[in-house]
């Protein structure tokens, strides 16, 4: 998302079709960064080209040729929409651990492999409570 301008990236509200055309296309620029730095990144540029394709075929950057995506982009998926939601943004606080969980289980299959989804939810429910008391350990270390 580096090639995308700060305006849009940090947008505090609904992006119009042409801003939506924009973020869309860090797919694309990411996988040709990728592709131009040098071999060895091939599966890394797949990974950043097909993380936004679904599960189901939809999703973007448009194919010209329907095909699953690769494994990995499959599980990356998962934990990027799960980053997604945790994560503050300009335009909504970050969503409560069980709220981002009961999302993926409800794309499964449609929009993530539902294989990758159930392996993720049992490993986030056992890391994410020890995360978070170690970040409330954290701040009472500082105060």
């Given at each position: 998302?580096?090639?995308?301008p700060?305006?849009?990236?940090?947008?505090?509200?609904k992006?119009?079709?042409?801003?939506w055309?924009v973020?869309?296309?860090?797919t694309v620029?990411?996988?040709?960064?990728?592709?131009n730095s040098?071999p060895?990144?091939?599966l890394a540029?797949?990974v950043?080209y097909?993380?936004h394709?679904?599960?189901?075929g939809?999703?973007?950057?448009d194919v010209t040729?329907?095909?699953q995506?690769?494994?990995?982009s499959?599980?990356i998926q998962?934990?990027?929409?799960?980053?997604a939601?945790?994560?503050?943004?300009?335009?909504?606080?970050?969503?409560?651990?069980?709220?981002?969980?009961?999302?993926l289980?409800?794309?499964?299959?449609?929009?993530?492999?539902?294989?990758?989804?159930?392996?993720?939810?049992?490993?986030?429910?056992?890391?994410?409570?020890?995360?978070?008391?170690l970040?409330?350990?954290e701040?009472?270390a500082?105060?």
């Amino acid at each position: 998302k580096t090639k995308i301008p700060l305006t849009i990236l940090n947008k505090d509200g609904k992006l119009n079709d042409d801003e939506w055309t924009v973020i869309q296309g860090h797919t694309v620029e990411g996988a040709r960064m990728l592709l131009n730095s040098g071999p060895g990144l091939e599966l890394a540029a797949t990974v950043a080209y097909e993380h936004h394709r679904r599960f189901d075929g939809g999703g973007y950057p448009d194919v010209t040729y329907p095909r699953q995506t690769h494994e990995v982009s499959r599980l990356i998926q998962v934990c990027d929409v799960y980053d997604a939601l945790r994560t503050r943004r300009p335009f909504r606080s970050p969503w409560p651990a069980p709220r981002a969980i009961h999302f993926l289980q409800e794309r499964a299959g449609t929009h993530m492999d539902p294989q990758y989804v159930t392996s993720f939810i049992t490993l986030i429910k056992e890391w994410e409570p020890r995360h978070v008391a170690l970040a409330e350990e954290e701040d009472e270390a500082a105060a």
